[in-house]
């Protein structure tokens, strides 16, 4: 959905990516028309290095764009719908540099704008990466709807940054208006996190998983993804196996772990995601070989070329319930599997992940179930 902000910089044409006519969902909202809105009435002083933090689809840095922005982002979707916006907008693609997560921050920021992200995990490992360049003068503003703004949302910033208050809610939004204090002892950063798996799930029974801020399910071993491992395929005779929406990497690890052979390639769209994958791999100390990929699902992968595809589908995007995503996992891993090549898929039962396998592949088959998960497998037909 192409859609119109009006902003104090101007009106913006702005959409998510990939562009999805049946999707009705749009690239901005209320929290941030409310920080931008702040910025302008309160002639806020936009110089120096303005960083912007988990700006969703680019909407701040593209309003921003006159005050070269700095975005710091998780998401690979994420950067694309900003350099696509930048350029729906006239921008030219240099007024704004675009860094990831795991990019080494700015050495001195004066204004930082946050757009709190869903995870508070991956506020508090980038509040704490960007605070020692923050200053006593840096601006920070915070900005968020009412629901994703708690008790905790507020005190990460109070014990990295300073005193921290909010604003009246507008829309359903709230702004974080936070006082830096340089002086402040900051908490050590107690990501990336790793610890060992528990016994009984296969190849990586007892053996270390690494997980950087944000990553799905970074502190436990997750129910669904357990049941997987339970039932992962043999993959003898198998050359290429892709762990598709990765995470931290435990489902390909496995898979390499059991047979040195494959060859993986861990991918997501997180950039936090494929840096935990490869960690998690290298941890393993896994013979064989492996390719890290950040990107949108199977995009680039060459068609025909993979043997296995493995696949835990997400169902949110930023808060909302879509199944869009899963789709389109399941669409480019028909076209990137051989004939005869195989997708398996774990999913909550009443997700109803066969419906579409049917769909797509002409079959899918039960491989297990227990009264909550499913494991799924599609084979393509030549
Ligand atoms: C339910 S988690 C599964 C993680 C891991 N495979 C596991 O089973 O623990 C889904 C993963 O898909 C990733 N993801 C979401 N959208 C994606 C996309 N368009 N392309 C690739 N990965 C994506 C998320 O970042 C997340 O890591």
Redesign the pocket.
């Known amino acids: 959905m192409n859609d119109r902000m009006t902003t104090p910089w101007g009106e913006l044409a702005l959409a998510r990516h990939p562009e999805d006519p049946r999707e009705r969902l749009r690239a901005w909202d209320a929290s941030d028309a409310y920080l931008l809105r702040h910025l302008a009435e309160q002639g806020t002083p936009l110089s120096g290095t303005v960083v912007v933090l988990g700006d969703r689809w680019g909407a701040l840095v593209t309003a921003l764009a006159r005050h070269r922005p700095t975005q710091i982002t998780d998401s ?2 994420g950067q694309e719908a900003t350099r696509a916006n930048l350029a729906r907008n006239g921008v030219e693609p240099g007024s704004v540099r675009l860094l990831t997560t795991q990019d080494p921050p700015p050495e001195r920021i004066d204004v930082l704008l946050v757009r709190v992200p869903k995870s508070l995990a991956l506020l508090e490992d980038q509040l704490l990466r960007l605070a020692p360049s923050v200053h006593a003068d840096t601006v920070v503003v915070g900005t968020g709807m009412v629901k994703e703004i708690h008790t905790s949302t507020l005190q990460l910033f109070e014990r990295i940054l300073g005193p921290t208050r909010t604003s009246l809610a507008q829309q359903k939004a709230r702004l974080i208006l936070c006082a830096p204090d340089p002086s402040l002892e900051r908490p050590v950063n107690p990501w990336p996190y790793g610890y060992d798996l528990p016994e009984d799930i296969g190849p990586l029974s007892g053996r270390p998983v690494v997980n950087h801020a944000g ?3 970074a502190d436990r071993l ?1 129910i ?2 357990r049941f ?1 491992l339970r039932h992962l395929p043999e993959t003898r005779g198998a050359r290429r196996v892709v ?9 390909g690890t496995a898979v390499a772990l059991a047979d040195p052979q494959v060859e993986v390639l861990f ?4 950039y936090q ?1 494929v840096a935990s994958a490869e960690a998690t791999y290298r941890a393993n100390g896994v013979p064989g070989h492996a390719e890290f990929r950040v ?3 199977l995009a680039g992968v060459p068609d025909g070329s993979v043997d296995v595809v ?6 949110h ?1 930023h808060q909302a319930t879509t199944d869009a ?1 899963a789709w ?2 399941f669409t480019g891993a028909r076209r990137a599997l051989r004939p005869g090549g195989e997708l398996w898929v ?1 999913g909550n039962r009443h997700l109803g992940y066969h419906v579409k396998l049917r769909r797509l592949f002409g079959n899918s088959q039960l491989v297990a179930g227990d009264p909550k998960f499913v494991v799924l497998k599609a084979v393509k037909r030549g």
């Not at 991918?267 to 997180?270: L, N, P, V």
């Not at 493995?310 to 169902?315: A, D, K």
Request: aromatic share 10%.
């Open positions: 690979w979707l990553v799905f399910c997750d669904g993804t997987f762990d598709l929406g990765c995470g931290n990497g435990i489902v991918t997501d769209e997180s995601a990107g949108d699902g493995l696949n835990n589908p997400p169902f995007s995503t389109r996992m774990v």
